[in-house]
């Protein structure tokens, strides 16, 4: 299978509208098995686990946080939240066909509402992605978030 | 109100609503309790250097803590003493050898003594110099570093730093004793997470040890679910071994074991914790062990207390190093400020779980705290409800409870939640004078 440019841009888009609509099964499905998911909490943050981060997830983590959310007893999620995400036309930073490997860089504006709160969160997202058994996988995501030092409410979901 | 009418507040098992809802009982305990109790600043390794500075707030008092050119740490108040413009508004920097305010340009020392003022001469026979503006940044009462953190009493006179804390500064004994150096140094910010409700109910829940199984239960339960649908595997994940303790059962967290210390102070895991059960980091013993000698180093890794509260606002979790700051901003607002810190000489895989364990139970982003947000957030507007007047805490209650001496209870007890409400009264209502008073 070749892969375009607009094949990788495609698929960053795609995963914003299946985290908004909560198909979070398939999401996960995205993923490689070793990847990570990292949300720094420093500016320019460099170190993801010697200092704390906001998010730091291995698949593990993220599974937990997916079936959590369909939980009976999830009390934060009663009601349940939701979100949104607008998102720029990704970059396409690197685009290496031969090693199957593609990195992205995507303005975003993530929004999340509970009840009468709404949040907004502006963020760049880088993707690496990979091409395994003729598919794009997520192998590592990162989140920056612009005001990622302010003090947050809840963030529930996933920008 | 007056401060004196806490005592009409608190009646030993319950606590009237007004406590976490009024603006007016808020207003009296920033003028009671966090200015006559001694209360937490920062760490001197947040300042290491001559000029550099922080900047908090003690209760609802805006404070630097600054290193001076002689290397000791003050804590001023962040108003200058001319038109008390903020001095300081940069969370961390370095200011040099002197501040300098950005209105007028009025100059300090860092232990805040006024240095300059532009065009002095129009001063000239005015009595400037009688006006507390003459002597420039405020200091607060007291500045004591205990192990590296910096603990402040606003007022100029009361009770002392050792009388205060007395035996509860073994918990930051066992963390420094964690260190093969013997010292903490501050890895990165702290995270940062702002909750609609009052700050004592943060500070409770740190000794509540009947709501995790139920409130944590989306997490814990559902990490412990995934874990048995994956066949168990070794090592365990990161998730099971710091989630999923948070399942315990009452009877594990009945002999945990909860301690109390007078003036409010009192932690839980006196015997074991939900922190005891961590896999060895290899080589740590060893090099702890090599300053202290096996015995005591098995010793100081024995002691896993769980939650220590200091009174009045601030959780010390020592076995994974780490302080948590519950700011006040209002009756019904909270910035919770969680820190890890680095033990100066162990393996860097120590900083690693500790900042693992901060962001999977108190980032914004984490699934834990998420839910105990929640359950403050719903009581905070649940005690609005007309009715019912009074809060209970009457767990293992006991009549004539005497909080001035260490106990050790049941660790499910409320007791530590009574005691720092007897510590409360007593502070409000403080007068100089009152028992234990030193000068």
Not at chain 2, 213 to 223: I, K, N
């Amino acid at each position: 299978m070749t892969i375009t440019r607009d094949d990788i841009i495609d698929f960053v888009y795609a995963e914003a509208r299946i985290l908004d609509e909560g198909r979070y099964d398939e999401w996960l499905a995205l993923w490689l098995e070793d990847g990570h998911y990292w949300m720094p909490l420093d500016y320019k943050q460099t170190d993801p686990v010697g200092e704390t981060s906001l998010l730091w997830e291995d698949n593990f983590m993220l599974r937990l946080r997916v079936e959590r959310l369909n939980g009976e007893r999830t009390f934060s999620q009663k009601p349940k939240s939701r979100c949104h995400h607008v998102i720029q036309r990704p970059f396409v930073d690197e685009f290496d066909a031969e090693a199957g490997r593609f990195v992205t860089n995507t303005s975003m504006h993530y929004v999340e509402t509970r009840l009468d709160e709404q949040q907004l969160l502006a963020l760049t997202a880088m993707h690496e992605l990979k091409l395994v058994d003729g598919a794009l996988r997520i192998a590592n995501k990162k989140v920056e978030l612009l005001n990622s030092d302010a003090a947050f409410r809840s963030i529930q979901l996933l920008p | 109100m007056k401060t004196s009418d806490a005592r009409k507040l608190v009646h030993g098992h319950q606590v009237h609503r007004d406590v976490y809802t009024s603006h007016e009982v808020y207003v009296a305990e920033m003028r009671g309790v966090f200015t006559n109790a001694w209360i937490f600043v920062g760490h001197d390794s947040q300042t290491p250097n001559k000029g550099d500075y922080i900047t908090t707030q003690i209760g609802d008092q805006p404070v630097i803590q600054v290193r001076h050119s002689d290397g000791e740490i003050y804590v001023l108040y962040n108003r200058c003493p001319h038109k008390g413009t903020k001095i300081a508004i940069d969370r961390q920097g370095n200011t040099g050898k002197f501040f300098r305010c950005p209105y007028h340009a009025w100059s300090f020392k860092t232990n805040g003594c006024l240095l300059a003022i532009p065009l002095k001469k129009g001063y000239t026979d005015t009595g400037l110099d009688q006006t507390e503006s003459a002597k420039g940044l405020k200091p607060v009462g007291d500045v004591r570093v205990y192990g590296g953190f910096v603990f402040a009493r606003l007022s100029e006179t009361g009770i002392s730093f050792e009388e205060f804390f007395g035996d509860s500064l073994s918990t930051i004994d066992n963390m420094l004793d964690r260190s093969p150096e013997g010292r903490l140094e501050i890895a990165g910010p702290p995270l940062r997470y702002m909750h609609n409700c009052n700050w004592k109910m943060l500070v409770e829940n740190q000794t509540d040890t009947c709501h995790p199984m139920v409130a944590h239960e989306s997490s814990a339960g559902t990490a412990i679910d995934i874990y048995k649908q994956m066949g168990e595997p070794q090592p365990r994940p990161p998730a099971m071994q710091i989630i999923a303790p948070f399942m315990s059962s009452y009877d594990f967290f009945e002999g945990m074991g909860i301690r109390t210390w007078p003036n409010g102070h009192g932690h839980t895991g006196v015997n074991m914790s939900i922190h005891s059960d961590y896999d060895a980091i290899p080589g740590y013993f060893e090099a702890l062990s090599a300053v202290h000698g096996e015995e005591k180093a098995k010793a100081v890794l024995d002691e896993n207390r769980h939650n220590t509260v200091y009174f009045p606002n601030i959780m010390v979790k020592g076995p994974l190093q780490q302080l948590r700051n519950f700011i006040p901003l209002g009756p019904d607002k909270t910035l919770v400020e969680s820190y890890v810190y680095r033990l100066v000489g162990a393996p860097d895989r120590l900083v690693e779980m500790s900042a693992m364990y901060n962001r999977m139970i108190n980032a914004p982003t984490s699934i834990v705290g998420h839910d105990d947000m929640e359950m403050y957030e719903r009581a905070q507007e649940g005690l609005m409800a007309n009715g019912l007047e009074w809060v209970n805490i009457q767990r293992l209650y006991e009549e004539g409870e005497d909080f001035s001496k260490e106990a050790v209870e049941n660790g499910t007890t409320e007791r530590q939640m009574r005691n720092q409400f007897d510590a409360w009264v007593k502070f409000m209502d403080w007068n100089g004078t009152a028992a234990g008073a030193s000068e």
